[in-house]
């Protein structure tokens, strides 16, 4: 049965090789405690989240995620990760990204995207401990780009057009104000980190303007590490490295299916059928991925139909 699900549940899953056939990745990544045999306690592992989700402009690439379990954060993890992908990557502000895309070997492969709301998370941090006026002035600035649901459906070209005409003033002028008051803050303050965390990643915060197709914030993938967060408090940490590996594959087909509206159990039980009763090969298990064993159900419903 190892070498059953190793062989074919890795293969199904593909890590996330399929994903990175597409020019938009989003990318994020959360602590997985393993156990640590003869310390006595656990070390830190991590579990890399890359997603994707077309739908918001109907574009080709599926709602799915692909976990990978591994021994660190660091930039040695990504990059080899995202060996071979070329395209618009959508994190947070984590170092490992930039330094990633500024590498000379990836020069011109990967430009970064990223989220506005992360940008707003600092500056809300900031109003509650401090209640400065300013950090509520940026809140209230970027909550008024709120025309995304507004937009969501239209395709890429109409989106970009709205949001060139509405928001891309809108992020102007908050530019100038952050520009403006800068000069004038103590560089002590907690206020400053925030305005500098966001003028220093203006080009990818409002990447989003210029490409109908992208996202302005990070929530696809974000939505996608939850379910990690609330396994581990549950199970506390994974036996050991192996362990970590499966569990990032059986997280994969599991939350990748309820992406695509299936009952993951119903989709586990028909595929692994499937696969052990050899109706389907192993040069087939693309066909087995979460929206295209979607799509051939319900070609057979319309069949009988």
Request: glycine content about 8%; overall charge positive.
């Amino acid at each position: 049965m190892a070498g059953f699900k190793s062989e074919y549940l890795a293969g199904i899953n593909r890590n996330p090789q399929t994903m990175h056939g597409f020019e938009r990745l989003f990318c994020d990544e959360t602590p997985m405690p393993v156990l640590d045999p003869g310390r006595g306690r656990t070390r830190i592992c991590q579990f890399w989240a890359h997603a994707t989700d077309d739908r918001a402009w109907k574009g080709p690439a599926p709602p799915a995620v692909a976990y990978v379990f591994a021994g660190g954060r660091g930039k040695k993890e990504i990059v080899a990760q995202l060996a071979g992908f070329e395209g618009v990557l959508q994190v947070d502000g984590y170092a490992a990204y930039a330094s990633l895309a500024g590498d000379a070997m990836m020069s011109g492969q990967i430009q970064l995207a990223y989220c506005l709301v992360h940008a707003r998370r600092n500056f809300v941090r900031v109003h509650k401990t401090t209640n400065s006026p300013f950090a509520a002035e940026v809140i209230e600035r970027i909550a008024a780009v709120a025309i995304e649901e507004r937009i969501r459906g239209l395709d890429a070209g109409e989106r970009r057009a709205t949001r060139q005409a509405e928001t891309k003033p809108l992020m102007e002028a908050l530019r100038a104000r952050l520009i403006a008051v800068k000069d004038g803050i103590s560089r002590r303050s907690t206020l400053i980190k925030a305005i500098d965390y966001m003028l220093e990643r203006w080009q990818g915060l409002t990447t989003f303007l210029d490409d109908g197709r992208l996202e302005p914030d990070t929530n696809t993938v974000e939505r996608s590490i939850r379910p990690i967060a609330i396994g581990k408090k549950n199970s506390l940490f994974s036996g050991d490295e192996g362990g970590g590996e499966t569990w990032a594959i059986l997280a994969s087909l599991l939350n990748t299916a309820k992406l695509n509206g299936l009952d993951p159990e119903a989709y586990l039980v028909d595929v692994l059928d499937r696969m052990v009763s050899g109706a389907t090969k192993t040069n087939q298990l693309h066909e087995l991925l979460a929206w295209n064993w979607k799509a051939a159900r319900e070609a057979e419903k319309r069949a009988v139909a």
